[in-house]
Every structure is written in C-alpha cells, then in structure tokens.
C-alpha cells in the first residue's frame, strides 16, 4: 500500500478518506495532533511522542477515543500495511462532532486521524539554510495544536526565500523553528530555549540534551537573542523528521562552522539511537 489514512476505525488511501464537515477539526482546528517516524515497521520514540499527545489532550480539555497502550498497538499495525523501509506517522485528535458553536459540551468522544506516508530521514550531516521571522503566535507553543497558520506563514516564507527553515524570534530571543527546535553551541556548551509558552518541548531537542550531557557537554536552557544565534559556533535544528541538522545560512548570513566535533558527535549519536532503537 502506498499510504494510509484512519479515521475512527475506517482505513483506505489518504486521497479517498472523507472526513465529516461535522468534525471540529474542520471548523476551528480544535485538536492537537503529534508524528513519529518508522522504520522497519518499528515507530521510533512512540511512547514518548503517545505521552505528550495525551498530555496536551488533556491541557485542552479532550477526551480520547482510545487509551494510549491501544493507540500504540494501532499505530505499530497500520504501519506494517504501508510499503517501505521508512514511513512518516502522523496522528491527531479533534474535540469531536457537532454543529458549530465556540462552546462545547463536555463527554463527548474525540474523532481520531491517522495517516502513514513513506518518508526517509535523508543525509541529517547536510547543512539548512534558515531565515529569521518575527513570532506572531499565541501563548499556548507547549501544546501540539492543529492551529498552525503562522506557522504555514513562516515555513511558506522561507520557502519562497530559498531556505529549509523559519526561525522564530519574539522580542528578541530566539524561540523555536516553524516545525522544530532550535539550539546553538557556544563556547563548548548546548543552549536551548527554555520549555516554557513559547516553544513546543520537542523529543528529539529532550534527546539532544540527554546525548550533550551524556558527552560531558554543559547545557543551559535559556533565552539567547539573535545575535547570539548568529555568532554561535554551530546552530542546531532537532525535530523527528530531521533528527538533528546543523545550519549553514541565517537569513543569507553565514553561519556557524566553528564546532563541527561537538555538532557531528550530537548528530552521529540521535542518529545511531534512533537506527539501533529501530533495528530488526
């Protein structure tokens, strides 16, 4: 099967799913979703990306259809129908159905959706280019919501700027990527963001910090501005799609370049965990 898309116990082709106009996902976003990649029919991480999509459903107030051990158990079958060795898995959960109205009844079900595409994780050693774009997004970044639009804004601008990535900035400091994290080195020590509003506290940046200081590599979480970002020795971008990338453009300025050790060591060992933790 080339893909699969699942909606509340129905499966077929991503393009031939239809989803009820009743769903709140359509009218408000009003969900939160998560991603994990596979391989070997193996969904790396699972555990931990269920716990946080469970978290966040629970900050919002929705009710899961299913308990967290059966969504894993679902998700590690549907992936086997789809072909190749490496597969994107993508899942959220809407507040449910109803007519729109802002206000929602309490106790009702939410609707789950699943879709599985074949998706490598490519060469994570290539450099990406970025911009810089103001961060115009609402106080709730910790929670996985399907409210991405300036999100879309910014990746869509970086696009049409030639780049891979968007950087977002609020007054000044550094917050997170348009879909991942962002960290730097400085003078031989990992800086993240801190895991507050304004960023959404990736696995792959929890797994970054563990391998830094798992290497004797110091970590500070904490706000860093743009000039930081653009003197540092190396920038790095975690997500579960990218793993871990170094950069080499800001906004067309170059960057980084001054720590390629620690970069390639952080980079090989994510990397390595998610290839052994995946293996047959």
Request: charge should be negative; include cysteine.
């Amino acid at each position: 099967m080339k893909n699969l898309g699942y909606y509340n116990g129905k499966t077929g082709l991503i393009e031939e799913m239809s989803v009820p106009m009743t769903d709140r996902a359509f009218y408000f976003g009003d969900g939160v979703y998560d991603a994990v990649m596979c391989r070997n029919n193996i969904p790396y991480l699972l555990s931990e990306h269920t716990e946080r999509f469970f978290n966040n459903c629970a900050l919002l107030g929705i009710e899961m259809p299913i308990e967290k051990e059966k969504l894993e158990t679902l998700i590690k079958t549907l992936v086997k129908a789809v072909d190749g060795e490496e597969k994107f898995v993508y899942f959220h959960v809407s507040r449910g159905s109803g007519q729109r109205t802002h206000v929602f009844d309490g106790g009702t079900k939410g609707n789950l959706c699943i879709m599985i595409t074949p998706q490598s994780v490519g060469d994570i050693y290539e450099k990406m280019n970025t911009c810089l774009v103001k961060d115009i997004r609402y106080k709730l970044c910790n929670i996985k919501t399907l409210n991405l639009l300036p999100s879309i804004m910014a990746a869509q601008l970086s696009k049409e700027n030639g780049c891979d990535e968007a950087i977002f900035y609020r007054n000044g400091f550094i917050t997170e990527g348009s879909h991942s994290n962002v960290s730097i080195l400085k003078n031989g020590v990992l800086i993240t963001a801190p895991a507050d509003c304004f960023i959404l506290p990736g696995v792959a940046r929890a797994h970054l910090i563990l391998s830094a200081k798992a290497h004797g590599i110091k970590v500070e979480e904490r706000r860093y501005g743009v000039g930081e970002l653009c003197s540092a020795d190396e920038i790095i971008i975690t997500s579960s799609s990218k793993i871990a990338r170094g950069v080499a453009t800001v906004s067309g300025r170059e960057v980084g370049g001054r720590d390629p050790e620690n970069l390639h060591l952080l980079q090989t060992d994510l990397l390595n965990d998610y290839i052994n933790s995946t293996n047959l």
